[in-house]
């Protein structure tokens, strides 16, 4: 009988998911949903790529994508709790599969997918499984695929706390270990980046004030960088990150 007690809370896991603030309403305005919730590479994938959401939790992301025009969206998620809600937030053309995330690719076709999101999932995999399913990630994506990949940054002052935020968070990553097992699983290194977090600039007329708010921001990204690099600098370690936000995000290509 295993004492793993992952499968206990991932049943239940809305309420901690909730908990944690991260149910938050999706803006109405195109341009801010562009702006706030997608990537900006994902501006270069055609409309109908096909787009894997690999740990999906309430929709959000899948909701994002269907709304500026994405017509080929799965996705998979291990709560039943999370899908429900995600159902709601969905149009129906959206699949939704309740699986566990290996067991999905395992039944996988090869070259299934041109773009995959793994977002805030492999921290909560066993050490054992880690490049096993990213190898598998490797295998389901097509020549030329992304796998974009978000992670707890093990290099951020606050590091402990988004590392025990978590009773299901088992592994941590800095940028050169998240290489490291992305490298063993057949990702070439010289293909992968790490995304800016720094907020997004802009300018409007209508609500300048939001503007006004988002270069403070983005102000208070600058800050957090040099006090990071300051730390780094007098800690004497080596190799320096250059990451410092509270989350790694990774864009590997097949």
Sequence with gaps: MSNDPSKELFDHYARHYESMGEVERLPDDLQ????????AWIESIPRHARILDAGCAQGDLLAALSRVGYTNLTG?????????????????????????????????AESAFDVVFFHDVLEHLPRQDTIGVLRAFHRALARGGLLSVRVPNMSALTAWYNAAID???????????????????????????????????????????????????????HVNNGLHRTVFLLS???????????NLIMLARK
């Design 76 to 108: 998979v998620d291990i709560s039943a709790q999370l899908l429900a809600t995600a159902q709601n937030k969905v149009p129906v053309d959206v699949r939704l599969i309740e699986m566990d995330v290996r067991r999905f690719l395992a039944e996988c």
């Design 32 to 39: 801010r949903l562009w702006r706030d919730r997608l990537p």
């Design 167 to 221: 009773f299901t968070h088992v592994v941590h990553f800095t940028e050169n270990s998240l290489i490291q097992v992305f490298d063993s699983a057949g990702f070439d290194p010289a293909t992968i980046t790490f995304q800016s977090q720094a907020p997004r600039l802009f300018w409007s007329w209508h609500k300048p004030h939001r503007a006004i708010f988002r270069l403070l921001n983005r102000l208070r990204w």
């Design 236 to 246: 004497d370690m080596h190799p320096k990150p250059r990451v410092f936000d509270p």
